[in-house]
């Protein structure tokens, strides 16, 4: 079974915190996905990625960056964390879409 | 752009019985994929049945089975002999050649 791992299930950061939530996939998925999801407002695309070193903007990029250094790892990057990104984040990748196959969720709390 | 409506926030039903959960969504385009997916509180996506749209017949999985109306831009998801285990947020998503879209989601609670 294809493998999406999040390496942090809670994570607790404090305002102002550089903030790195990692993704790996382990069947050599090109495409990979961060989605956050929020209470009444479903799954929102934040970024993704067709490939190494290629990121394009979701509907909600601001306050957000992403790193693909390798094909596996997509990263998100929340360069100076603040409390309205408390949220759970959702990373998720697919050879071929639309067949998506998810990560199990990281729960971000910024105190 | 793509929109996915979910219009019922929350639902419940009693075990045994059937419930029905709505999903409509706006597009142009003329081919993509619509998928239901099930999150239990463990927060695993499940994919639990998807409809490609140039198929006419509807998808059938087990218990669930998808009314699609393609004129309608309407995906509803039907789960007969409701288990307890369906209790979970359940997202209607849209595919058109872009990243998934999915709708705000509908929490169902199966009661014994």
């Known amino acids: 079974d294809v493998k999406v791992t999040q390496s942090s299930r809670y994570l607790v950061k404090r305002t102002g915190e550089k903030v790195f939530l990692e993704c790996v996939q382990d069947?050599?998925?090109?495409?990979m996905f961060w989605y956050r999801q929020d209470p009444g407002l479903g799954l929102r695309l934040i970024y993704f990625?067709?490939?190494?070193?290629?990121?394009e903007k979701g509907d909600i990029p601001e306050g957000y960056s992403v790193s693909r250094e390798k094909k596996e790892r997509f990263s998100l990057i929340l360069e100076s964390a603040s409390t309205n990104q408390t949220s759970m984040y959702l990373c998720?990748?697919?050879?071929?879409?639309?067949?998506?196959?998810f990560g199990s969720g990281t729960r971000l709390t910024v105190v | 752009a793509q929109t996915v409506t979910q219009s019922q926030p929350e639902m419940s039903v009693q075990e045994a019985e059937t419930v029905t959960l709505s999903c409509t969504y706006d597009?142009?385009?003329?081919?993509?994929?619509l998928f239901w997916y099930k999150q239990p509180p463990s927060r695993q996506m499940i994919l639990v049945i998807r409809?490609?749209?140039?198929?006419?017949q509807n998808a059938t999985e087990n218990r669930f089975s998808v009314n699609f109306q393609k004129a309608a831009k309407s995906f509803s998801l039907k789960i007969s002999d409701s288990q307890l285990g369906d209790t979970a947020m359940y997202f209607c998503?849209?595919?058109?050649?872009?990243?998934?879209?999915f709708g705000k989601g509908t929490r169902l609670s199966v009661i014994a």
């Open positions: 597009t142009s385009e003329n081919n993509y994929y």
């Open positions: 998720a990748s697919t050879k071929r879409e639309p067949d998506y196959t």
């Open positions: 990625s067709y490939d190494v070193k290629m990121k």
């Open positions: 069947m050599d998925h090109e495409n």
């Open positions: 998503a849209f595919y058109g050649n872009t990243p998934l879209v």
């Open positions: 409809q490609e749209a140039y198929k006419q």
